[in-house]
Nanobody, 116 residues
Framework: QVKFVESGGGLVQAGGSLRLSCEAS????????IGWYRQAPGKQRELVAG???????RYGDSVNGRFTISRVNVKNTVYLQMNSLQPEDTAVYLC??????????WGQGTQVTVSS
């Protein structure tokens, strides 16, 4: 089963940038569409950005133009470059398939906190 490990989160001031990394296990990574998700306290998990096996990207309306998703298949890694961060971007960020795999495939996520 595919497993995901996220890293790169932290505390940043509004307007700042962070780059998140998602490392996935499994030899089928390059055939898998991957998404970055986020979950803020009291809110439902939402898809922030997705990248297909062919490299086609899509973004949520709230991050379009500020975030960039990319992948390096030989490293089994997907990145999320986040620029112009705002306090409303504060959340735990997780990666998974797009659509997600089963419950057991979710990692711990990485916390992003944006101060005003």
């Amino acid at each position: 089963q595919v497993k995901f490990v996220e890293s790169g989160g932290g505390l940043v001031q509004a307007g700042g940038s962070l780059r998140l990394s998602c490392e996935a296990s499994g030899r089928t990574f390059r055939f898998t569409d991957i998404g970055w998700y986020r979950q803020a306290p009291g809110k439902q998990r939402e898809l922030v950005a997705g990248i297909s096996r062919a490299g086609v990207t899509r973004y949520g309306d709230s991050v379009n133009g500020r975030f960039t998703i990319s992948r390096v298949n030989v490293k089994n890694t997907v990145y999320l470059q986040m620029n112009s961060l705002q306090p409303e971007d504060t959340a735990v960020y997780l990666c998974n398939g797009d659509p997600p795999f089963g419950f057991a495939s979710w990692g711990q996520g990485t916390q992003v906190t944006v101060s005003s």
